[in-house]
């Protein structure tokens, strides 16, 4: 019988055979536990000695490079922020393989939420208004739009803070007050950065064109203010984007195979 296990005794407990039946079992628990425990002392004094003996040998051997384990990698994975419609796999693979910079846990969360949300959403109804169907505008979003983004720094802010908006007006009643607040937070520092660019851009002077980045982040910025609800400051934006893209040279300077030509006029004809 294993020592751990429970013998029933089914004898009367004032009889001596019980009593003494009852005290040997009780001794075997005893005696196979301290055995457990000498097992994990002697082990973990084997480990000591090991880590004292690595200690001594790093100091004379060079570092070797430092790679995460097996165990650290999933947990990376694991971490990673899943579309509140559905979880991505963790082994998936981004059709978007370069970026200009890494992204945080919440860009991550906003990269799947357009793909998973935002992209099935607006393409039904960018589409119906662009007089285009829902997978054409699609594809124009994801060959086009997409890359473009995330390879342009700025394109990048007004992407997530585009992403950031989209959940805060659609997604407000299923997430808590201050998971709200986070996101307010985040698409007020994205639309910092995105007007920052701009002033930037447009400081430098109109001696030279303006990158279809910027079109692109005055486009969005009016989009913001349009679900904001402030109509005038979204107007300003369209004919801030319109004066740009006169200076570049006109609509058939836009490139992206007409995706940001048929957001600006979705934008226009919003103002």
Not at 18 to 36: C, D, F, G, L, T
Not at 141 to 157: C, I
Not at 249 to 271: C, P, R
């Amino acid at each position: 019988m294993a020592p751990d296990t429970f013998q029933f005794i089914l004898h009367d407990a004032e009889r001596p055979e019980s009593q003494q039946q009852a005290r040997a079992h009780a001794a075997r628990v005893a005696h196979s536990r301290k055995r457990q425990f000498r097992l994990i002392e002697y082990h973990a004094g084997k480990k000591n000695k090991s880590r004292k003996k690595d200690k001594t040998a790093a100091r004379h051997k060079k570092p070797a490079e430092s790679r995460p384990s097996s165990l650290e990698i999933a947990i990376a994975e694991d971490l990673l922020i899943p579309s509140p419609v559905s979880q991505l796999a963790s082994d998936r693979t981004d059709p978007f393989v370069s970026s200009a910079r890494s992204f945080t846990q919440d860009e991550h969360f906003l990269f799947d939420y357009f793909i998973q949300t935002i992209l099935p959403d607006e393409s039904a109804r960018c589409g119906f208004a662009l007089a285009m169907t829902a997978d054409k505008w699609s594809q124009l979003v994801e060959k086009e739009w997409m890359p473009f983004a995330l390879s342009q720094l700025d394109a990048l802010d007004s992407f997530f803070m585009h992403a950031c908006r989209h959940f805060l007006v659609f997604q407000h009643q299923q997430h808590r007050p201050d998971r709200q607040r986070h996101f307010m937070q985040l698409a007020t520092r994205y639309k910092l950065a995105c007007l920052r660019a701009v002033n930037e851009a447009i400081s430098a002077g109109f001696s030279v064109s303006i990158n279809n980045a910027t079109v692109a982040t005055v486009v969005l910025l009016g989009f913001d203010e349009m679900a904001l609800g402030d109509m005038a400051l979204s107007k300003s934006h369209a004919q801030g984007a319109l004066q740009i893209i006169e200076h570049n040279g006109g609509f058939q300077t836009l490139g992206m195979n007409g995706f940001l030509e048929s957001l600006f006029y979705k934008l226009w004809g919003g103002t």
